[in-house]
Every structure is written in structure tokens, then in C-alpha cells.
């Protein structure tokens, strides 16, 4: 419950238990708070409520026409409840003799059975026995509604909870309610297909077994899984998720609520997208190239031969002739200790991973390292949402229901993009630039606000900077034209004016030509027209991978060590490493450069790849080492706004794989240097020591639902 001032509780009696919540709270949830059970099929916390299936009946003093409906109800003060008087008591038994008058008696191959609310609310509160004897109604079975999801029209109850999400959160309208009365059933619009990326959260919040998940279907059963809470390894929003396993197998990621972050959902792509980590194709044992052929070969020759030339590398051409590319996916502390061992061990500065431009460390204007400064959750308080060349529908879909429940709020939604978006029909205007605009447009924006002769933070330095650059704002405004930049224009103004406005832009698209000063802009923007460091206003880049701000903390770049402390000598960054002809050796830890280049350097006598596939770079290595995934370990990542989350082993490792950590203990034990961490929790205990972001952060306070580091620790930094 949340904290409230005791006079600002609403004072009620359920069951002759005291109740004290806060106004506005429903009937049901004031007997969640209790510990009363009150069922429910409709209502569902996320969403309005309906009232439709009446069966969470409840009997309130004083109220007309009883049973009441305890989801539609509000508390008042004073008010008496009573959940089991006999009125309430027949009244559910007769709302589920009538749901089971054409439901199919078939628990046992149902894949709801044994986790199905119909199931357990008539074994609880439900008749004995039916007083219907006609025939049930029967369907084709089942009907894909999707490439991913089934419908079984005969088990489904009319709770409208999957229709409802598509309507009032996903706002896709991907299934709808079709006829009426009792020919009423689920399906979808005429013409339209159920292709939301959220399609999942309709299978998992339907109450029976209506909707099942193809990906699921005749898999497994509810009482054979473990459950495991972990995060989704997919994206940088880092939604929580409980991994269910049966015999070292993921059979599916359900949602684990996490207000803060996820508010209770998965995209599609967190909860069905852990195939690789089944998959037949994963590595299982050490490789080294022999006669143009990678052949199997053991870890201890691994990790010799990895030692031996690596050092003959350092001998003939010195340290600084090897570079290491690392991960955005795997955790904080395997990116620690992958840059530990190559700048200590090693001795290379050559460390990076793939990630957008930002020009230094920290921001010049606010001294902070480049990451939101609003976190996921204000999002819902702002009064302007502006989205510069992103697409959260595709790049970080959970962020698309929050900024969507934001609109709901009254926010207005602003798109600055070349491609259509999702969020386009929901923008109070979509501004649609030439290509590698993006850049052009903040200088615009922000020489608009510093022209002001009133802002809320004046930052003369700045001011002086930008009137010098009028010929460069002018060539901006030639290559948008005059309409864009007009609309711009005006958008200045809704920003400068707004009662809390989020500036967000993707990562990636800094490295766009003409982008290179697009992240300092933009962060300059918010300060000079007063949002940032309140709530519901902010600014920051929407980051590409789950762990990519995690891998910038620990110091995966080539001029920082962990907490962007500067190192001492920078070194080359990814682009360079990838056309450098002085490297002689490349270490590259689950990332694929391949993809980004034609082809690696030729002067390269040694790469060595890390992973836990034969991805493309892995076919050109000449060591190759299997890792495992994040379901097989312990760790933590940091989401895209500085939530540190645990990951917990689910699964345990694939034979012959080993752990990132594990394999740079044993490389640098092979070097001559003894590192004696038994655990990833060790790591983090150091990383907590050594890096301010972190400090004070152990295991055990990660907890379930992870903590957000980012306002104490910047302010400490």
C-alpha cells in the first residue's frame, strides 16, 4: 500500500477486519490489503474497471440493491463489507454455474489446468453439481487468432480482459468482441490481423484457457515448471520476468510486475524470445583453427594457447597491438572483468563495445554521464513527451505502453522521425525529416529556446556559442526546409513552456552523420528550458541492448574506467579497432563486429571470440570459446534507467560452456596473475567498492525487483 498521511486514509470494516486505504481505492483491492479473497474474472489492476463477469459480488451496509460488485466500487469511510454472507455466497455460485453451461470439461489436456482461475474459483466457491443437462456448444478447434496465438471460442468466459488490453493499453484494437448476446465471442476486426508485438499479455492475463500461446502449447505442465525471477535479457528496459524451466529447458518467460519498470507487461519479444538459449546450435566446447579448420580442442589447451600468444603478441609488438571488443548483453560483472584483464592484465587501453556517440564522459552542462536523467516511471508524469529519431515500438516496445499510458494522463506526444512510427497516430504532430536530419534538428530546437529573452536556466557560455553560429543554423534550416523547421520552431516554444516535457532519442542514431553533437544538444535543450532534475521532465538516450548503459558503467570504453573515471590513456575505439592495421590481436566477448564491417582487419594474427553461438565473427576467429547465457548464471545489468537488477541462474550450464567471469579468472590465471573471485556476487561486491554508481550495492539488496542507483550516485559523483 502506498504511504499516506493517516488523515488522508479512508477508514473501512471487511469481514470485521479494519481496513485503511488510501481514497479512490476499489472494494477488491482494500480486501486484497486484508488478505480476503475476493474473485475476480473481468477486473484486472491495469486497466479500468467493467463489471462484466459478476463474480466478485460483495455485500455493502447501507447500499442498495446488494450484491455490489467489489471491482467497480470505491471505499468511503465507514464502510462495512461483507464477503460471505449467503447472498454473496449464491450469488458466485450461480455466476459460475452459468460460465460452465457451455465451457468444456477439458482440464486435463487444457493447458490453463492447473493455473486456471475458473478452475480454482469453482473448486472454491462454485456449485457441486449443474442443472443443465443439454449438449455443450462446440467450435472448430482451435482457430489462430496469430502466428503465435490460439483461441479456443468454447472455453472462453467474456471476461473481455484480452479485448480490453487491446484496446485501453496496447491501444492496437488487435482483438475485438464480434456479434452479441449469445453468439458473442473474441476475434478480430474485419481486415485486420493480431500483430501487435504485446500479443502475449492477452494469453497471459486470460483467466481460462481461451488464449494459449503456440510457443507453449501441450508443452508442459503448471506443476512440472520451476520458476525462477530474472529480467529479460532483450532490450534496455529491462522488464522483470519469471523464467519457467522444466529439466534444464526454458519453456516460457512470464511477466513478474515491476512498477518501476515493466508495469506488469512483456513485448513478444521478452516473453517468446529465448530460443537461442534451447538451441541445438549453442557451443559446447573450446575451438582453435588448426590448417584453416576450427576443430574441437579442451579448455586447459584453450586457455595455454591463448596465454602463449597473446604474450608472443605482447613481446614482439607490445600491448598496446591488442584491442578488446565486449558485450552490450552479457552482465556487469563479466564487463569488469573483461576490462580488468585486458588493462591490467593485458595491459592494452584498447577497450570498447558498440555503442552511439557521445561527446566525453559526462555532459559538459550538467556533469553527469550520458543516461536519463527522469526514470521509466515519470514518464506518466510529464506534460510533453518529444521522441527524436526513436521508435520504442521496435527498439524498446514497453516504453511504447508507457509513454501510451502517459497520453492517457494528458500528456502530449511529439514525433521527430524520418520513418513512420507507431506512435504517429497518437502524436499531437509527426514531424517527418529528410534523412540524417536528426542532427539539424537539435541545433534548431536549441537555438530557438537560447533566443529567448526569458529561460528558465540561462547559460550565457551557451548563448554566446550559439549566436556565433548562425550560418550553420541557417544551413540547417536550408536542408529541413521552411516547414519542418517552422514546426520545429513551434516545438521549441511547447518545450520551453511546458509544464514537465521528456527529450528522448535513440542511441544509434548519434552515429548518423551529422549527429556527432545530437546527445550534448539535446541535453542542453532540457537544461535551458528547465526540465531536468524534477519530476515528469528529463532527457536521455533510449540505449540499444539490455545491458548496453551496464557495459558503459563498467568501463567498456576506450578513454574511461568504471564510473567514467578517465583513464589514463585512450585508447582506440570500436570503429578504429575494426580498421586498425597496428592491432595484431582482437579478444571480441559476446559481440558479432562482423555485421558492421566488411571484413576484420588483415593485419590480425590472433582473434579470439567468446560466445554462445558460431556467430560470424566466431567463423573468422582463430580461438573460439563458449559462453553461456544469462539463464545460466548469476549477475546483474542496469537497465536504461539505472536500475541494477539481478540475474538469476535458471538453468544450470550447458556442458562444456563456462561463464564469461569464469573463463577471464582462468586466461589470467594462465598469464601468470591469480584472481580469486568464486562468485559473480564477489565481482559485484568489488565493483561496489570501486565504481560510485554502485557503491554500497550487494546481492542481497538487488532483492527481486533490483534498486535505481542513479539520482544518489551522480549526485555523489
Not at 536523467?373 to 508524469?381: G, H, L, Y
Not at 537555438?447 to 549566436?467: C, G
Not at 513552456?497 to 551529422?514: K, N, P, Q
Not at 582463430?622 to 559462453?627: K, S
Amino acid at each position: 500500500m502506498p504511504e499516506e498521511k493517516k488523515d488522508e486514509l479512508v477508514h473501512l470494516t471487511i469481514d470485521d477486519i479494519p481496513v485503511a486505504v488510501p481514497p479512490g481505492t476499489l472494494v477488491w483491492a482494500a480486501a486484497r490489503e486484508a488478505g480476503i479473497e475476493v474473485p475476480i474474472y473481468c477486473y484486472h489492476p491495469k486497466m479500468p474497471p467493467l463489471g462484466a463477469c459478476r463474480m466478485c459480488f460483495v455485500e455493502i451496509e447501507k447500499m442498495p440493491k446488494p450484491p455490489q460488485t467489489a471491482c467497480t466500487t470505491p471505499v468511503s469511510e465507514g464502510m462495512i463489507v461483507h464477503t460471505k454472507t449467503e447472498k454473496v455466497l449464491k450469488a458466485r455460485r450461480g455466476t459460475l454455474e452459468f460460465l460452465l453451461i457451455n465451457h468444456p470439461l477439458d482440464c486435463p489436456i487444457c493447458d490453463k489446468g492447473g493455473e486456471c482461475d475458473l478452475q480454482d474459483f469453482t473448486l472454491r466457491h462454485g456449485p457441486g453439481g449443474t442443472r443443465f443437462d443439454q449438449p455443450k456448444r462446440h467450435y472448430q478447434k482451435p482457430i489462430p487468432v496469430s502466428d503465435r496465438v490460439m483461441l479456443d471460442r468454447e472455453r472462453c468466459i467474456l471476461c473481455q480482459r484480452c479485448t480490453r488490453f487491446s484496446s485501453e493499453i496496447s491501444m492496437d484494437n488487435g482483438l475485438v468482441m464480434i456479434s452479441r448476446g449469445y453468439k458473442m465471442e473474441v476475434g478480430t476486426a474485419p481486415d485486420h490481423a493480431f500483430d501487435s508485438i504485446f500479443s502475449g499479455n492477452t494469453v497471459e492475463i486470460c483467466p481460462v484457457g481461451a488464449l494459449t500461446a503456440t510457443a507453449y502449447r501441450f508443452k508442459a505442465r503448471p506443476w512440472e515448471l520451476k520458476h525462477i525471477p530474472s529480467v529479460c535479457n532483450n532490450c534496455s528496459v529491462g522488464c522483470n520476468v519469471r523464467v519457467d524451466v522444466r529439466v534444464d529447458k526454458i519453456m516460457r518467460n512470464m511477466s513478474r510486475q515491476n512498477d518501476a519498470i515493466d508495469d506488469g507487461w512483456l513485448c513478444d519479444r521478452g516473453r517468446w524470445g529465448f530460443e537461442y538459449v534451447n538451441s541445438p546450435q549453442r557451443l559446447r566446447t573450446p575451438m582453435i583453427r588448426r590448417d584453416g579448420q576450427l576443430v574441437a580442442a579442451a579448455w586447459e589447451q584453450a586457455f595455454y594457447t591463448i596465454a602463449l600468444r597473446l604474450s608472443e603478441i605482447t613481446k614482439k609488438y607490445g600491448a598496446s597491438a591488442i584491442g578488446g571488443i565486449g558485450s552490450t548483453r552479457t552482465t556487469n560483472e563479466d564487463a569488469y572483468l573483461f576490462q580488468k584483464l585486458l588493462r591490467q592484465v593485458i595491459g592494452t587501453p584498447h577497450v570498447d563495445h558498440h555503442h552511439g556517440y557521445f561527446p566525453g564522459l559526462r555532459d559538459s552542462m550538467t556533469g553527469k554521464p550520458w543516461m536519463m536523467t527522469n526514470s521509466i516511471a515519470e514518464i506518466e508524469q510529464a506534460s510533453h513527451i518529444v521522441l527524436i529519431a526513436a521508435d520504442p515500438y521496435q527498439r524498446q516496445p514497453i516504453l511504447d505502453l508507457r509513454i501510451k499510458k502517459a497520453m492517457k494522463g494528458g500528456a502530449k506526444i511529439y514525433v521527430v522521425n524520418v520513418n513512420e512510427t507507431e506512435l504517429d497516430r497518437f502524436a499531437v504532430q509527426k514531424i517527418t525529416l529528410p534523412q540524417q536530419g536528426a542532427g539539424a534538428v537539435a541545433k534548431i530546437l536549441l537555438s530557438t529556446v537560447v533566443r529567448q529573452e526569458e529561460m528558465k536556466a540561462p547559460d550565457e557560455a551557451l548563448r554566446a556559442k550559439l549566436l556565433q553560429e548562425d550560418a550553420l543554423i541557417r544551413g540547417h534550416e536550408e536542408m529541413l526546409g521552411s516547414e519542418v523547421t517552422a514546426q520545429l520552431r513551434e516545438l521549441a516554444h511547447e518545450i520551453a513552456e511546458a509544464r514537465g516535457a521528456i527529450i528522448l532519442y535513440d542511441e544509434m542514431a548519434t552515429l548518423e552523420a551529422g549527429c556527432e553533437d545530437l546527445a550534448a544538444d539535446l541535453q542542453a535543450l532540457a537544461v535551458v528550458t528547465g526540465n531536468i532534475d524534477r519530476p515528469g521532465a528529463g532527457v536521455g538516450p533510449l540505449f540499444e541492448d539490455a545491458n548496453s548503459l551496464g557495459a558503459r558503467d563498467m568501463g567498456l570504453l576506450p578513454d574511461a574506467l568504471p564510473g567514467y573515471n578517465p583513464a589514463e590513456d585512450a585508447g582506440m575505439t570500436y570503429a578504429e579497432m575494426l580498421s586498425s592495421l597496428q592491432l595484431k590481436a582482437l579478444y571480441v566477448m559476446g559481440a558479432n563486429p562482423a555485421r558492421h564491417v566488411e571484413k576484420l582487419p588483415d593485419s590480425l594474427k590472433l582473434l579470439i571470440v567468446q560466445d554462445i553461438m558460431l556467430t560470424e565473427t566466431a567463423q573468422q576467429a582463430d580461438i573460439v570459446l563458449p559462453a553461456v547465457t544469462f539463464a545460466e548464471k548469476d549477475g546483474s545489468m542496469t537497465n536504461i534507467d539505472h536500475h541494477v537488477q539481478a540475474i538469476r541462474q535458471a538453468l544450470r550450464p550447458l556442458p562444456g560452456a563456462k561463464a564469461d567471469w569464469e573463463i577471464f579468472v582462468e586466461i589470467a590465471r594462465h598469464m601468470g596473475i591469480k584472481w580469486n573471485y568464486a562468485s559473480s556476487k564477489e565481482i559485484l561486491r568489488e565493483i561496489a567498492e570501486e565504481n560510485p554508481f554502485y557503491a554500497g550495492l550487494d546481492w542481497e539488496e538487488l532483492g527481486a525487483q533490483g534498486v535505481r542507483t542513479q539520482e544518489q550516485e551522480v549526485a555523489r559523483a
